[in-house]
């Protein structure tokens, strides 16, 4: 695959023409520095890409994002659009973990007064949220509160007291998709959720205190309310095992209805007008409002603990946005100069929609909403914005973080432990994980270098940076 003629297109933008592997039905566009294509041209990424745009109804490229890397069926960081009157829903275009994103909550306290009870902080947040593997959460769900939940978003855990009504328009989505079908979610699925809400998971999920370090423009980050040394809080997580038990479900069905002619397998999809189709969309939706209020509680253990440590009010910490990946949602884009509906999947990319979208809610009609993109750990973060050309380019989206550049088994095998742990110790960051492992599994050796991905993101014209956020203290599963 790494021979594939790629065309350069524009900068920081490289192409792959419709004609150059039979079967495609539409091209390829990736987004990255020529360093970061090489990279992604080595771990078979791309090949998932180029097999993306055979599946029928496909509406402009498939879209890889600098962030690119191998998944299964579509790669992590790949952006794709169907048509909906007679497209197509794919779960490998949306993940196992659905809806995993990124909620981050502006504490209005200064480094230096952090820095006073850090290590208390961070040492009472990693009682307080559950992380590791399987982990139980404090909450025990009965089935008809985890339908609740899944049917009323961050609504239900504002109205148990687990969070701020001010919340629901810094959310994506309000923090409820309207169409969740909780009688489409197996009771598998059911039964793992039950006892999760409220945890952080493994793998790259994370709670990371930090301080804003850079100030880009000044004007968006007053409306964001972000301002230089403030202190935020960044937490990264999905949908769970019951996120996961969604998706292994209906792949499972898919498989068994044996009706796609597919260049993989693991591209295996549901038609509209199929009873699969909207069973899967109403099971997606239904995990997407346990994730939205997965991290809103996990938001609200947060502001309990720096309100007890600080003598802050709960309501003087403002969510700044939280933000979705792993989803495939019903848009209208403009297509040749028409209004089109179409089914646009994004796996490990976000939306990045820029002033005047009417998703962005009236908050964020001027500036556009807060898009958020975490580094590897020990790295920056930062929080951009959509550019308006970025429309026509992607569909209105973006990176969702640094992406892996070696797999963990490889980390687990290349990186040393105590180094890792060193390093981050003369970062000035504080380090609690559930297992050591993930030291060296999540170790920034293991990512691209966030600021190449940034700058890519930035030269192609997608987004622009508002903020950059540097760790302070970390948490992970």
Known sequence: M??????????FIFGIDRDVNRGMNSGAL?????????????????????NVTKLPGIVGPAIAMPDIHLGYGFPIGGV??????????????????????????????????FASKRKE???????????????????????QQLASVMTEGINWVIENGMGDAMDVDHTDELG??????????????????????????????????????????????????LSENNITAMVHTGSR?????????????LLRSGS??????????????????????????????????????????????????????????????????????????????????????????????????????????????????PGSMGSDSYVLVGEKKNMELTFGSSCHGAGRVISRHKAMETLNLSRVSEELNEKGVYLKTASRKVIQEEAPGSYK??????????????SRSVVSLSPLGVIKG
């Open 2 to 11: 790494s021979e594939l003629p790629l065309r350069k297109v524009g900068d």
């Open 30 to 50: 990736i987004f990255a520095s020529e360093d970061l294509v090489q990279k992604a041209m080595s771990d078979g990424s791309i090949e998932q890409l180029v």
């Open 80 to 113: 794709a659009a169907f048509s909906y009157d007679d497209g197509l829903v794919s779960p490998g275009g949306v993940g196992y973990d659905i809806n995993c994103g990124v909620s981050l909550l502006s504490i209005p306290i200064t480094q230096s007064t």
């Open 121 to 143: 902080v961070i040492d009472a947040l990693f009682q307080r949220i559950p992380s590791g593997v399987g982990t139980k959460g404090k909450l025990d769900l009965s089935r």
């Open 176 to 225: 409820k998709f309207g169409e969740a079908e909780v009688s489409k979610v197996s009771p598998a699925a059911t039964g793992r959720g039950m006892k999760q809400l409220g945890t952080l998971g493994a793998g790259n999920h994370f709670v990371e205190i930090q301080r804003v370090s850079r100030v880009f423009d000044s004007k968006i980050a007053s409306a964001f309310n």
């Open 241 to 253: 095992g019951l996120g996961h038990q969604v998706a292994t479900d209906y792949i499972e069905k």
């Open 260 to 373: 796609n002619q597919l260049p993989d397998r693991q591209l295996v999809f549901a038609r509209n007008g199929e009873r699969l189709f909207d069973d899967y969309i109403g099971a997606m939706q239904a995990a997407a409002n346990f994730a939205f209020s997965n991290r809103e509680i996990i938001i609200d253990q947060i502001r309990r603990v720096f309100a007890k440590a600080f003598n802050l009010e709960y309501e003087d910490m403002r969510i700044v946005y939280s933000i979705s990946h792993n989803l495939a949602r019903v848009e209208e884009h403009e297509v040749e100069g028409k209004k089109t509906r179409l089914i646009v999947h994004r796996k490990g990319a976000t939306r990045a929609f820029p002033p005047g979208r009417k998703e962005n809610g009236s908050l964020f009609k001027l500036t556009g909403h807060p898009v958020l993109v």
């Open 449 to 462: 270098q966030i600021e190449q991905v940034i700058r890519s993101i930035e030269g192609a014209g997608i």
